[in-house]
């Protein structure tokens, strides 16, 4: 069994940076970590995800150009720092462990975290 709990989010100013942070327990040595993200009234989409252990980084069209995901595996941790937020990057971001299946598909992970608010105003 595997469970994730995220931190790190807030709310911030556009411009700002933030870095989430998704702390894995169980075997997660086989897992794609990855991050998804849900604004108000909008589908929950893929913004990346990182191979474990081969640090294959993943990037959604959410995450490409602003966005890093990164693990530690000493401390069996997910992060995804966030550059020069913008007000639509507003959402509800969640971690997700996947042992199978397209890397970008919620169907594709088995585990989830309950998810970290951020919120970012103009």
């Known amino acids: 069994q595997v469970q994730l709990v995220e931190s790190g989010g807030g709310s911030v100013q556009a411009g700002a940076s933030l870095r989430l942070t998704c702390d894995a327990s169980?075997?997660?040595?086989?897992?794609?970590m990855g991050w998804f993200r849900q604004a108000p009234g909008k589908e929950r989409e893929f913004v990346a995800a990182?191979?474990?252990?081969?640090?294959?980084?993943f990037y959604g069209n959410a995450g490409r150009g602003r966005f890093t995901i990164a693990h530690d595996s000493a401390k069996n941790t997910v992060y995804l720092q966030m550059n020069s937020l913008k007000p639509e990057d507003t959402a509800v971001y969640y971690c997700?462990?996947?042992?199978?299946?397209?890397?970008?598909?919620?169907?594709?992970?088995?585990?989830w975290g309950q998810g970290t608010q951020v919120t970012v105003s103009s």
């Open positions: 997700a462990a996947s042992q199978d299946g397209p890397i970008a598909a919620q169907t594709s992970y088995s585990f």
């Open positions: 169980g075997r997660t040595s086989s897992y794609v």
């Open positions: 990182i191979r474990w252990p081969d640090n294959s980084p």
